[in-house]
């Protein structure tokens, strides 16, 4: 599948609010929030958000996210392989 097949999956079952789980890596900076927003409000995926709060990072840029059944949120680097492994498993 290409690129554009994999993306018009995705909006597919976004648009048909097929219980899907989107991983967000950067989730609490200035584009990652943004994006993390975008998803709760517009569609039906569960949110996960991976993200190492370096000095970018703002949770308070995610009103409403804390607390909303579909998110969640998981201090990691994405470098280190077995905690976004974990991170999988658990959801």
Excluded: W
């Excluded at 290409?2 to 909006?11: E, K, T, V």
């Excluded at 950067?26 to 990652?32: D, E, K, L, S, V």
């Excluded at 995926?45 to 840029?61: E, F, G, H, P, Q």
């Amino acid at each position: 599948m290409d690129l554009i097949g994999l993306a018009a999956s995705i909006a597919i079952a976004l648009a048909a609010g097929v219980g899907i789980t989107i991983f967000v890596t950067g989730g609490a900076g200035f584009i990652g929030s943004a994006v993390v927003r975008h998803l709760l409000r517009e569609t039906k995926a569960r949110v996960v958000n991976i993200d190492k709060l370096t000095y970018a990072a703002n949770l308070d840029s995610l009103p409403g996210a804390v607390g909303h059944p579909r998110y969640a949120f998981a201090q990691a680097c994405i470098c280190e392989g077995p905690a976004l492994r974990k991170q999988s498993a658990h959801r």
